[in-house]
């Protein structure tokens, strides 16, 4: 049996993806994971070369690999090279973190390593995530949706939506990660240009009231399959307006996070216990990263959820001692926990015979 890493993807985050993968490759070395690694193009290979990212960009040493609804067995060719037992999910974005390939591995019947289907197409998408918040009672700012469809074909209907907020806004595709297709709308003018840049994107767009000089915080919580540990508050330093995907990901010009965030005992508190909250009510597994938003005057906001977070979000509970080998013990013990649970539900029906009179 064998643990897979599975990473990339065909997803404007992909290359994230492959650093996330990368990263859980090398620190999960003493279970000899197989890499999967899923190309642009949706391709899925293994190889040694996968376990750095220059190996990954080179594309050399490769071979071709898939699965089959019905067998946890890896193949190649037509020939069955390993038996998955786990997989360590790390595909950001569209297919990936959507519920896709979570659909995949429970129709293969293999445990993987992070929220289910349901929960991970509802966090991905931020239209029906906040709607799902507003109606569980956590704190979220005026957001209107709108599609491409309506864009173009009633954009008064759009108007009217977007005039109940009121400007600045900030511009959104509603199934994106990443920071990706994000931007600033001040006026009409920008909104026009925003909203075009999102629909290149995704054809659903959410609109939402921009806070100005607002502090963004994190946190994480992590499920065994029976107890939830709740990770510290880190606060990401050093950016404009909102973050932007430079912000995060532009190596040494990337913004620096403050780690713990410089917030009040009872402050941090409540973000740990809110955070607890969304994992528990959205059905979350695995680990998930809960994105909050602070305003001058001290409200706290429901930003978003990533049920795949960047580097699986394992720095959070390093830094509050939890060991590395102790962080993907608990993950994958989530994962069996999930598969276990799904294999209690009884798939096979027989109508009662019909009583004669």
């Known amino acids: 049996m064998a643990t897979a890493v599975i990473f990339g993807g065909k997803s404007c985050e992909h290359d994230v993806s492959v650093v996330t993968g990368v990263q859980a490759l090398g620190e999960l070395r003493a279970y000899k994971p197989v890499p999967v690694y899923i ?39 037509g020939r069955a090279i390993a038996r998955i037992d786990d997989a360590v999910l790390c595909c950001h974005g569209a297919g990936g973190e959507d519920g896709s390939i979570q659909g995949l591995l ?119 399959g029976s107890e939830i540990t709740v990770s510290g508050v880190e606060e990401p330093v050093g950016w404009k307006d909102f973050l932007t995907y430079a912000d995060k990901y532009a190596g040494k010009r990337a913004v ?22 969304v994992f528990e009510l959205a059905g979350l597994g695995g680990v998930a990263r809960v994105d909050w938003m602070l305003s001058e005057d001290g409200e706290l906001y429901l930003n978003e959820v990533n049920t795949v977070p960047g580097s699986l979000a394992s720095y959070l509970f ?17 994962a069996r926990a999930a598969l276990a649970e799904r294999r209690r539900t009884v798939y096979r029906f027989a109508p009662p015979k019909s009583v004669k009179k």
């Open 39 to 77: 190309d642009a193009n949706g391709g899925w290979h293994t190889g040694k070369n996968l376990f750095t990212v220059a190996g990954v960009r080179s594309g050399k040493g490769l071979k071709s690999v898939y699965m089959r609804p019905g067998s946890d067995l890896l193949y190649s060719g």
């Open 106 to 224: 429970e129709l293969c019947g293999v445990a993987y390593t992070c929220s289910g289907i349901l929960a991970s197409a509802l966090c991905l998408d931020k239209a029906e995530f906040k709607r799902f918040a507003s109606a569980a009672g956590f704190p979220v700012l005026p957001f209107a949706t709108y599609t491409r469809d309506e864009w173009n074909k009633n954009i008064y209907s759009v108007a009217d939506k977007l005039n109940a907020i009121g400007y600045p806004l900030m511009i959104k595709p509603a199934r994106q990660g990443s920071s990706i297709g994000i931007g600033k709308a001040s006026n009409e003018s920008e909104l026009v240009e925003k909203t075009r840049t999102a629909f290149m994107f995704d054809g659903k767009v959410v609109a939402e009231k921009l806070l100005v000089n607002f502090r963004e915080l994190s946190c994480a919580a992590l499920s065994d």
């Open 256 to 277: 620096k996070r403050r780690l713990p965030a410089d917030l009040s005992h009872e402050l941090t508190e409540r973000v740990r216990d809110m955070t607890r909250s």
């Open 318 to 334: 390093i830094a509050g001692g939890m060991t590395v080998s102790g962080f993907y013990g608990r993950l994958l013990s989530s």
